[in-house]
């Protein structure tokens, strides 16, 4: 007896979950700032944890709207038998856990038959501490029209504008 299934699989399907845990180690790191000061240390071992939850809430053919929370914690271990010098950077990240904590939205939709819009944006708070604040902030939004040509050819173009770390961006997309 023989059984063959057939599908096909959009490979462009966003996660609805995703848990991701990386370990890097045992590397090393060097400072010479004549403004911070020069110093060693090697990295016993650097760890991510990385927490994604996707909640879709509108799912049609023509319209699309879900929400995305996410949580990030990072962490650096350093191996203090090889530490050299009193570095407060390296003082500070030994042991800490550095957080990412966030919320983003989806929200895409048929403009036509051959055209579709899609909207995105997103509020995260980043930092050894979870606040909010202009140091730790990260606000985006960003908007990408898209036109198929024919069954082979989408193009699109669109613009982000994030503001994060006291700093603006504006740039373009083009797909």
């Not at 599908?7 to 590397?27: C, S």
């Not at 991510?48 to 990072?74: A, E, M, N, T, W």
């Not at 989806?106 to 038959?113: I, R, T």
């Amino acid at each position: 007896m023989m059984c063959q299934l057939k599908a096909q699989i959009d490979q462009n399907r966003t996660k609805i979950a995703e848990f991701r845990y990386k370990v890097l180690g045992d590397y090393q790191t060097i400072s010479n700032s004549e403004t911070f000061g020069n110093a060693s240390s090697e990295i016993d071992h650097e760890s991510l944890l990385k927490l994604k939850l996707g909640i879709p809430l509108v799912i049609r053919d023509d319209k699309l709207f879900g929400l995305q929370l996410l949580y990030y914690q990072h962490h650096f271990n350093f191996d203090d038998e090889d530490f050299t010098g009193n570095y407060d950077l390296y003082n500070h990240l030994s042991g800490q856990a550095f957080s990412n904590l966030g919320i983003r939205g989806l929200y895409q939709f048929d403009v036509s038959e051959n055209e579709q819009m899609t909207l995105t944006a997103g509020f995260e708070a980043r930092g050894d501490e979870i606040k909010w604040n202009r140091n730790t902030a990260k606000v985006f939004i960003s908007g990408i029209y898209k036109k198929k040509l024919n069954d082979r050819t989408k193009i699109g173009y669109g613009g982000v504008f994030a503001h994060g770390l006291k700093l603006t961006s504006v740039y373009p997309i083009f797909t």
